[in-house]
């Protein structure tokens, strides 16, 4: 069994009715289960988790990670934990992603010219290609892989994100301008996704361990990674092809011009200022 479900009762419906039935069962839950997002380096196995619940409705700010969190512990009752591989996955990204995160840094890069890189280079960026996340769920099933993980590849520094990007798809000529944290909230541009945002980016410290987990076990249970070159052109392609697959959202290319703009001004500006000091 592979089961993606988010809502406890069909979780218990389909436990109650295959436990005896099938010999091991695959749970996709999420990160979003953890209760502590701001400490880098947790592992699955020990980091704190929200209180388990069961809301029907989902439009709850608790909901989705409290039931996640219902639904794990119900598959482990049934099928007991020798049986069950629970895979908490983080950003899933790569051809048919319609969520405009990953695909707005493709679309970006695919211009060229001066790119807004948000935070400081040093920041970590994590993910998982949507086919190596579900190679690995197969393969769970198939090798009996048990037990609780991370579903997303190893945590890297935002600059090697971006700049693997710019290698992989971008047109000679296009640069990162590196844009702090209070510049961009100043200027009302927001994190992660929706209007006005930039993807694969949050507020630190309160968000510093969301996208720096550490998936040591992860990979130890066979989780096999791609270059994130690799991802990007593949979502390209798949974006060439079907240009209306996604909806543009993030920092449009005005708003992005206008933000530098001030960057630059501001910077020239403290350059400018004379040494008062006594």
């Known amino acids: 069994v592979v089961d993606v479900s988010r809502t406890p009762r069909h979780v218990r419906h389909a436990v109650d009715a295959l436990a005896g039935r099938v010999g ?74 319609r969520s405009d995160r990953f695909p707005y840094w493709v679309r970006r890069m695919a211009r060229g010219g001066e790119v807004l890189a948000p935070g400081a280079p040093s920041e970590s960026v994590q993910f998982v290609d949507v086919d190596d996340l579900a190679d690995w769920l ?17 945590p890297m520094p935002r600059e090697r994100f971006l700049t693997d990007l710019v290698d992989a798809i971008a047109p000679d000529g296009t640069t990162l301008t590196w844009v702090d944290q209070e510049f961009l909230g100043e200027h009302d541009v927001r994190p992660w996704s929706g209007e006005r945002a930039l993807p ?17 076990d992860s990979l130890a249970a066979g989780l096999r990674t791609r270059p994130v070159a690799e991802t990007a052109r593949r979502t390209l392609e798949w974006m060439t092809a079907d240009p209306d697959a996604v909806k543009p959202g993030g920092l449009a290319a005005e708003d992005e011009t206008n933000v530098l703009r001030e960057w630059h001004a501001r910077r020239a500006g403290n350059r400018a200022e004379p040494d008062v000091r006594a």
């Open 24 to 97: 091991h069962f695959s749970f996709v839950s999420t990160c979003n289960v953890y209760a502590d997002q701001s400490t880098p380096g947790q592992r699955a196995a020990t980091a704190p988790l929200v209180e388990a619940g069961e809301f029907d409705d989902d439009a709850k700010p608790e909901a989705y990670g409290a039931n996640k969190v219902t639904c794990e512990d119900l598959v482990r009752d049934g099928f007991g934990v020798d049986r069950s591989f629970i895979c908490r996955a983080g950003l899933i990204v790569g051809p048919e992603d």
């Open 138 to 154: 197969i393969r769970a099933g198939a090798e009996g892989i048990s037990g609780t993980y991370d579903g997303k590849g190893a």
């Open 200 to 216: 694969l980016w949050l507020p630190l410290p309160e968000y510093a361990g969301f996208l720096a987990r550490d998936v040591t």
